[in-house]
């Protein structure tokens, strides 16, 4: 049989020798299998691509909440104890009525430890969002031993005093002078912000 004897109008297909009627629709289910999987598998498998990914991003976004809700106790608890803490510390905080006190306690601070004041200043009250701080300037004559137990007095006090701005010059005598800038902090009330 050679090829170029064959009639090739579709319409005498029937007539078409076994191997090229074989071949013929082995061709045309490869062009359907082709298209059916280019129009129809093809999103079926991005869209199934984008689903797997999504999966990956929603277990991961569990697993992190499952370890948040395992340790809620816990974090329940810390926050109980940051309020306590917290509570604690606003009672270091001095009220309006309680700083002209805490004054006198620097001062007395300073002069327990052997101090001579040539500066005790007050400055005004310097709002920072929910609490306030009065600094108090400094000028004090001393040894370096008596400028330790100054600062030790100060930490001891019940209320939070802290030391900024520290410089040490010679004096005479083998003494120093110190000029730093003592700070205290009070809690604003809501009528006081």
Excluded: C
């Amino acid at each position: 049989m050679n090829i170029q004897d064959i009639n090739w109008d579709f319409n005498e297909a029937g007539n078409w020798p076994t191997q090229i009627k074989f071949s013929a629709v082995l061709l045309l289910i490869i062009i359907l299998l082709a298209g059916w999987v280019y129009y129809d598998t093809l999103d079926q498998l991005e869209d199934l691509n984008k689903v797997q990914k999504k999966e990956l991003s929603l277990k991961k976004t569990y697993e992190k909440k499952q370890q948040k809700a395992v340790n809620l106790a816990a974090y329940k608890q810390q926050l109980k104890d940051m309020e306590k803490q917290f509570g604690a510390m606003l009672q270091q905080l001095p009220n309006k009525t309680e700083i002209a006190d805490l004054l006198v306690d620097v001062s007395q601070a300073g002069l327990a430890s052997g101090l001579e004041f040539n500066l005790f200043q007050p400055s005004g009250e310097r709002g920072k969002g929910f609490y306030a701080e009065k600094p108090i300037r400094l000028t004090v004559v001393g040894s370096y031993h008596e400028f330790g137990a100054f600062s030790s007095n100060l930490a001891a006090l019940p209320r939070i005093v802290t030391l900024h701005n520290v410089s040490l010059t010679p004096s005479n005598n083998g003494r120093m002078t110190m000029k730093a800038t003592a700070k205290t902090y009070r809690y604003l009330d809501e009528g006081d912000k």
